[in-house]
T-cell receptor, first 114, second 113 residues
């Protein structure tokens, strides 16, 4: 079936540096999401995005986080500056209708902040 | 806010055993309920969902019934296989476009051959 691709699959970065996580969503999808999963813990919603705007963000979506999808390219999550507690697996998801029948997750980017 | 509780953090079974993973939810509205499965190195994949009270979702021999009275959506399978070993997540969402998923803590299922 259609896939969401996440690039890179792994990233190690020094604390305080900027990192950009890239997501190539399913080609005709319109709604985009980021989730965060700390090792051994549950998946938690960060933000969703539609028509160039953030629809909703959680308390985990700190001021240092930002998302964008310029001109139909990658949907990106930028963290600037990074902190140790940002170490986690970040999952991107996309859907066409915003409903649940076609909600597709990527395989995640494993971010380690040292 | 909304929340999902999975009672079992880990379950270890032998092939052909019966599986139950308990899921209870708390939500202000009338959510859609989901079961997702996650294999190592991959993102969650939808097993099935249910949107109405008493609706049964099923896939690959797994099933769960939406119970609004007990706010539960327990996952069951009559006879597990080694290939079912994975992490299973119960989740809920409201029915607005672009709505977020709220996940439970996950249950790691290990099936011995």
């Amino acid at each position: 079936g259609p896939k969401v691709l996440q690039i890179p699959s792994h990233q190690i970065i020094d604390m305080g540096q900027m990192v950009t996580l890239n997501c190539d969503p399913v080609s005709n999808h319109l709604y985009f999401y980021w989730y965060k999963q700390i090792l051994g813990q549950q998946m938690e919603f960060l933000v969703n995005f539609y028509n160039g705007k953030v629809m909703e963000k959680s308390k985990l979506f700190k001021d240092q986080f930002s998302v964008e999808r310029p001109d139909g390219s990658y949907f990106t999550l930028k963290i600037q500056p990074t902190a140790l507690e940002d170490s986690a697996v970040y999952f991107c998801a996309s859907s066409l209708t915003g409903g649940h029948s076609d909600y597709t997750f990527g395989s995640g980017t494993r971010l380690l902040v040292i | 806010g909304d929340s999902v509780t999975q009672t079992e953090g880990q379950v270890a079974l032998s092939e052909e055993d019966f599986l139950t993973i308990h899921c209870n939810y708390s939500a202000s509205g009338y959510p859609t309920l989901f079961w997702y499965v996650q294999y190592p190195g991959e993102g969650p994949q939808l097993l099935f969902r249910a949107s109405r009270d008493k609706e049964k979702g099923s896939s690959r021999g797994f099933e769960a019934t939406y119970d609004k009275g007990t706010t539960s959506f327990h996952l069951r399978k009559a006879s597990v296989q080694e290939s079912d070993s994975a992490v299973y997540y119960c989740a809920l969402s409201d029915n607005n476009a672009g709505a977020k998923l709220t996940f439970g803590g996950g249950t790691r299922l290990t099936v011995r051959p």
